[in-house]
């Protein structure tokens, strides 16, 4: 039997702090579970106000990264830029058999991950979960609800699309971490839209595509209108990964599956300045001097908004299958606090108490819906993280 059932990792930074308040909070008494990261002293600190033993550990060091790693259960891991301090903990709880769970929506990296873990964690039996924060657990679980609604009534499951409207703050390790990816790839190293699936290019000529649509159009249903979504590129590869892998499961999607992600706003001009401003943003990031005016102007990693932000924030999602004027169904989610904090930690809180529980239906690299379906469905709504409503 391992000394604890769950470890936090990179429990000193913004989230990590958020998400170790959160594991204290909703936890059960009994849990055994501990907080590490680099910093002795902030651990300390962490620790004493919630009782929990520190750990220190350098995730850029294999072996502290294995010695931590054998004395748990479950891993959470919060300390991201995950390509640049993710790869040795990730790989060591392949290795050792460990389930795992993290904020990567790091589209580059997650890939890296698949091609060298994912066969070592299917053998040892480690569920690992990239992808366990705001991206991509509210649309993944959001679109695998909406699927088995629609073959419960006997609908045809095509076209799913998925529009959000948030309220939040931005937290400097995640500005770190687009700034990160944006210097080691080039977008169209990430373009292929099954880049995550066990093969892409199977997928790319057996799997249906969304249409293609225009850069902002009315979506009658919701009586407003579609701009590009930041996340989308991650939470579309993350949703087409779990399609793959249910079907591999004999829990599939059906063949005619598609997905697309989207903002939504309550008028036309909003969506182009929304599009617009991705597209700055895109430009900015992809130049050297962009990223430079980024990293000067924007927040530094360990802050990120303030507690009134937090909890003043909120997601909605809707998710629409079929026709955009009239839906075969929808799924109308609510989940209350910012997008990239307290939702984000309340996701991986519940996911690493799931994995705890046994609740993994399968090992290998996994998304958070194949991993743990409907399962982590109940417990977000159980804990009023997820609402049926606005
Ligand atoms: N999926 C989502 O929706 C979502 C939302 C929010 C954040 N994120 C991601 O989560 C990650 C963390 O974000 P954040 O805002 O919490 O960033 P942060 O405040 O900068 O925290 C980074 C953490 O990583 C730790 N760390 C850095 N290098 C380390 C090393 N070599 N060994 C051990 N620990 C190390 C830091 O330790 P110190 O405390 O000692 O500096 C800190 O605890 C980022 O990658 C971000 O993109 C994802």
């Known amino acids: 039997m391992t000394e604890f059932d769950l470890v936090l990792h990179g429990a000193t930074g913004f989230t990590g702090q958020l998400a170790a308040k959160e594991i204290a909070r909703t936890a059960d008494s009994g849990l055994r579970w501990a907080i590490s990261g680099r910093s002795e002293?902030?651990?300390?600190?962490?620790?004493?106000?919630?009782?929990?033993?520190?750990?220190?550990?350098?995730?850029?060091?294999?072996?502290?990264?294995?010695?931590?790693?054998?004395?748990?259960?479950?891993?959470?891991?919060?300390?991201?830029?995950?390509?640049?301090?993710?790869?040795?903990?990730?790989?060591?709880?392949?290795?050792?058999?460990?389930?795992y769970a993290d904020l990567s929506g790091e589209l580059g990296w997650m890939w890296e991950m698949i091609q060298s873990h994912d066969a070592?964690?299917?053998?040892?039996?480690?569920?690992?979960?990239?992808?366990?924060?705001?991206?991509?657990?509210?649309?993944?679980?959001?679109?695998?609800?909406?699927?088995?609604?629609?073959?419960?009534?006997?609908?045809p499951v095509n076209d799913l699309a998925g529009?959000?409207?948030?309220?939040?703050?931005?937290?400097?390790?995640?500005?770190?971490?687009?700034?990160?990816?944006?210097?080691?790839?080039?977008?169209?190293?990430?373009?292929?839209?099954?880049?995550?699936?066990?093969?892409?290019?199977?997928?790319?000529?057996?799997?249906?595509?969304?249409?293609?649509?225009?850069?902002?159009?009315?979506?009658?249903?919701?009586?407003?209108?579609?701009?590009?979504?930041?996340?989308?590129?991650?939470n579309e590869r993350?949703?087409?990964r779990s399609a793959a892998l249910s079907d591999a499961a004999g829990?599939?999607?059906?063949?005619?599956?598609?997905?697309?992600?989207?903002?939504?706003?309550?008028?036309?001009?909003?969506?182009?300045?929304?599009?617009?401003?991705?597209?700055?943003?895109?430009?900015?990031?992809?130049?050297?001097?962009?990223?430079?005016?980024?990293?000067?102007?924007?927040?530094?990693p360990g802050t990120g908004p303030s507690e009134q932000t937090r909890t003043n924030g909120f997601v909605e999602l809707t998710v629409l299958a079929g026709n955009l004027a009239q839906p075969d169904a929808r799924v109308d989610w609510f989940f209350p606090g910012d997008p990239g904090n307290t939702v984000t930690v309340r996701c991986l809180a519940q996911i690493g108490l799931a994995l705890c529980a046994g609740e993994a239906r399968d090992a290998g690299l996994l998304t958070p819906a194949h991993a743990l379906g409907e399962r982590l469905v109940e417990r977000l709504r159980e804990r009023d993280a997820l609402l049926d409503t606005f």
């Open 41 to 99: 002293p902030k651990l300390q600190a962490l620790g004493g106000q919630l009782g929990a033993t520190s750990i220190v550990t350098d995730s850029t060091d294999p072996a502290a990264c294995e010695r931590l790693v054998a004395r748990t259960r479950v891993v959470l891991s919060c300390a991201g830029p995950y390509q640049l301090y993710g790869t040795p903990l990730l790989a060591a709880c392949a290795a050792s058999g460990t389930h």
């Open 120 to 155: 070592i964690a299917r053998r040892t039996g480690a569920a690992l979960l990239p992808a366990s924060g705001f991206d991509s657990v509210p649309s993944d679980l959001a679109v695998l609800t909406l699927v088995r609604e629609l073959q419960q009534k006997n609908l």
């Open 163 to 234: 529009f959000y409207r948030l309220k939040g703050g931005l937290n400097g390790g995640t500005l770190a971490t687009g700034i990160a990816q944006s210097t080691r790839y080039e977008p169209e190293d990430l373009a292929h839209p099954f880049l995550l699936d066990p093969d892409p290019q199977q997928s790319w000529e057996y799997r249906a595509q969304p249409p293609s649509r225009k850069e902002t159009f009315s979506i009658p249903a919701l009586n407003g209108y579609a701009a590009p979504f930041i996340m989308a590129p991650v």
């Open 238 to 240: 993350v949703i087409r």
């Open 251 to 300: 829990r599939s999607y059906g063949n005619d599956f598609s997905y697309s992600e989207f903002m939504r706003t309550s008028d036309l001009n909003k969506a182009k300045q929304i599009a617009f401003g991705m597209k700055v943003g895109d430009w900015a990031l992809r130049k050297p001097l962009g990223r430079k005016i980024m990293q000067r102007f924007g927040p530094t």
